[in-house]
């Protein structure tokens, strides 16, 4: 992948992107730009506390997610959507296809079409047919149209939802261990995670993380599958290889 391009995350929620956190991290070191999109704002993210109202929640999330996009040095934007109600209508569409041109996206992570979630499926679809519009004018606004619409990759929704990796991305362990503290930032939902299933999400993530890596012979890795809708397919150049040594710390 060349330098200077743009990546753009597009997921429903405040701490989806925890699943290409350490592919962000490799990009971001190559000289790549990092944008973050959340299509919900998250209100419904404090679920086991009935103290807290929407707006705290949202609050709390935005806050959270700002703290990652931070750690970027990345512009992070909310759609402003409903947790767990979202649906897509010609306006959900309309602010996909103005927020990738605001971002003048090159690559496109975002979630897998079919997943356990709702919100991550809509959140799926709706940016594989909004990237389409983004180079045609006559469906964007104030004449900010890419020169061609972003390539897509889908990030690994666990097991159970048709995903086959197709594409690995290598983690050294001082990528791992950023991820880890990375995906922290998040505390309110590693505290759900923790009433839920007893550890939280980063715990979870590494070991998934150590299980894809261990099929490619590396201590980590993460995985991925390419959009194959047509003007919206990545090459695999567009990923980071193989560890360089001063990686691998």
């Known amino acids: 992948m060349s330098e200077g391009k743009n990546v753009v ?37 404090l679920a086991y506390d009935p103290n807290v109202d929407f707006d705290t929640a949202a609050g709390v999330r935005d806050a959270e997610m700002r703290a990652v996009a931070d750690a970027f040095d990345a512009e992070y934007r909310c759609l402003g959507r409903e947790d767990g109600f979202l649906y897509e209508d010609a306006a959900l569409r309309h602010d996909l296809i103005d927020v990738l041109c605001q971002f003048r ?5 975002t979630h897998w079409t079919e997943d356990y979630n709702s919100d991550h499926v809509v959140t799926a679809r709706a940016v594989t047919d909004a990237a389409l519009f983004t180079s045609i004018p006559s469906f964007v606004r104030n004449g900010t149209e890419l020169v061609s619409p972003p390539r897509i990759f889908y990030v690994h929704p666990g097991d159970g939802y048709g995903f086959e990796a197709t594409h690995f991305v290598p983690l ?32 979870e993530m590494a070991d998934e993380d150590r ?9 980590a890795a993460e995985t991925f599958r390419p959009c194959l809708a047509e003007r919206r397919v990545p090459v695999s150049t567009d990923l980071p290889g193989e560890l360089e040594p001063d990686e691998d710390q």
């Open 172 to 203: 050294g362990p001082a990528h791992q261990r950023r991820k880890t503290e990375l995906i922290r930032l998040h505390r309110s939902q590693m505290d759900v995670m923790r009433t839920m299933r007893g550890r939280d999400y980063a715990d």
């Open 9 to 45: 995350c597009v997921f429903a929620h405040q701490d989806d992107e925890m699943r290409c956190l350490g592919t962000l991290l490799r990009l971001r070191q190559a000289g790549h730009r990092i944008g973050f999109v959340c299509v919900t704002r998250g209100d419904k993210g």
């Open 211 to 219: 299980r894809q890596g261990a099929r490619m012979l590396v201590s």
């Open 105 to 109: 996206a090159d690559l496109v992570f």
